[in-house]
């Protein structure tokens, strides 16, 4: 039950910081939802850097991991979102945004993970 409070409370810290950052970011007008894909590779950074660290220094507990990584980062990113936005994009017949922000969703949130637990050796 414990492990459950950790998750939720993190998910919703996660969260929150999301929708703020979609409220400042995501304009319809400007074509690329901004704030959610700032929110993925940040949180695609942010994990990376947790369980980096977690990895190589068995310093953080199961139940910060469940906190920072599946609670936080878990709610600060967002599959769905970015599902719906592409949906939108398909729906509205702009392929080239769809594109763009598909691959660059998929490639720099893989490559921002990979950046976090790299220079988690560094330090």
């Not at 936005?85 to 691959?103: Q, R, W």
Request: glycine share 14%.
């Amino acid at each position: 039950m414990k492990q459950l409070l950790f998750v939720f409370i993190g998910g919703g810290f996660g969260s929150v910081l999301r929708f703020l950052i979609g409220k400042w970011l995501n304009n319809t007008e400007n074509g690329i939802p901004y704030g959610t894909f700032i929110a993925n590779i940040l949180g695609s950074l942010l994990i990376g850097l947790i369980l980096g660290y977690a990895a190589k220094n068995d310093a953080i507990s199961q139940n910060q991991t469940l906190l920072l990584a599946t609670g936080f980062c878990g709610g600060f990113t967002t599959f769905s979102t970015f599902a719906y936005e592409n949906h939108v994009f398909l729906k509205s017949g702009d392929f080239t945004s769809f594109a763009i922000y598909s691959i660059a969703s998929f490639v720099i949130g893989f490559l921002a993970v990979f950046a976090g637990m790299y220079l988690i050796k560094f330090m």
